[in-house]
């Protein structure tokens, strides 16, 4: 094929090329086998991004010699292959469009991410890490790659609300009041309320609006109980509250391993799905290694601008923002069953 190529190449970078009886020509020693050719250009924009290539036009039911004329290929031939080469450029064009659309996407998803991050160095991260655990349970639990990228998704998404939580709130160190609980509280509906607009991502509300509610009914924002619990968001209370036990706060340490899979054990059946457990601890040496070899994502690089001929940064209004937090937790532990992950 890559001979072809080299020898007709050229020649079709206009219209597809026909040639037959290659056997006749001087190149025909180097092209053992091939007779009849039709060579086509796929074109995105400007650019040659692919070849089609027929040879030999024969049908299987005959026995005639191959180079006999009736065989070869003609105008008829040439044109179709001319338009399968646009309806396959249009479909490569199709395919970049998406992927720059999905890049965006995710772009604007890590923004608002970033957003969380900048109010709370402590948790910086813990909306990824909750995001990578969440699609690792959905691959444990055999959902389709599409269920998986969408946990994903709702792992980065869970704790957007937060935007909305005083900061003072987020990072306190000591025990909250009622009143500041009750502020974290609303995070999961606001969460739905910054997102309700962005209809390519209702698949997350679930996710974002229910990853507090508790199996035994006693959770929040609708007290929904066991199988009203939507899965994903069954599976991503179990991630979320993994994260937040084995994670620094600034009122406590993360806690050991152990003592993070007692808390779970203790819980199964009252504030998470005990499938959803059971799942967490046959994926556990998974998440360990997740945990382990988890690097934060690192900001784009500020560019420097200049300006009559002379350096100068950016304003300093303009500069990155740095890391921040996520969730904040109470530090008394026999509350930890319904603010484990709510802070």
């Known amino acids: 094929m890559r001979r072809v190529i080299d020898r007709f190449g050229a020649w079709a970078a206009r219209e597809p090329v026909v040639e037959n009886r290659v056997q006749d020509s001087d190149e025909g020693c180097q092209l053992p086998g091939i007779h009849h050719v039709i060579l086509a250009t796929v074109f995105v924009g400007k650019q040659s991004t692919n070849w089609l290539l027929a040879v030999n036009r024969v049908r299987p039911s005959e026995t005639e ?8 290929f003609g105008s008829v031939e040439a044109g179709m292959m001319s338009t399968v080469a646009s309806i396959l450029a249009t479909h490569t064009r199709n395919h970049e469009l998406f992927h720059e659309k999905e890049d965006l996407f995710l772009a604007a998803v890590r923004s608002l991410v970033s957003a969380i991050d900048a109010k709370d160095a402590y948790t910086c991260g813990h909306s990824e890490r909750v995001a990578l655990f969440s699609r690792r349970l959905g691959e444990e ?5 599409a269920v998986c990228h969408q946990l994903y998704l709702g792992g980065l998404l869970h704790d957007v609300g937060k935007i909305g939580v005083q900061d003072a709130t987020l990072s306190k160190r000591g025990r909250l009041t009622e009143e500041e609980f009750s502020e974290i ?21 679930p996710a974002v609006v229910h990853h507090h509610e508790h199996f035994d009914g006693s959770g929040y924002p609708d007290a929904l109980a066991g199988d009203e619990i939507p899965l994903v968001a069954r599976i991503l209370a179990v991630a979320d509250t993994y994260d937040a036990l084995t994670s620094d706060r600034p009122y406590r340490q993360g806690m050991t391993q152990e003592r993070a899979e007692a808390i779970l054990r203790e819980g199964a059946g009252t504030q998470w799905d005990p499938v959803v457990v059971d799942a967490m601890f046959q994926a556990m040496p998974d998440m360990i290694r997740i945990r382990r070899e988890y690097q934060p994502h690192q900001p784009a690089e500020r560019p420097r601008v200049r300006v009559s001929g002379t350096e100068n940064s950016a304003p300093a209004s303009a500069g990155t923002r740095g890391g921040g937090g996520l969730i904040a937790e109470n530090n008394d532990l026999s509350r930890a069953r319904s603010q484990a992950a709510a802070r």
């Open 185 to 205: 509280k609303k995070h999961p509906v606001r969460g739905w309320e910054i997102l309700v607009e962005l209809e390519n991502l209702t698949y997350v509300w």
């Open 141 to 145: 639990f055999g959902l389709d790659v």
């Open 65 to 72: 010699d191959c180079q006999s004329s009736h065989d070869e």
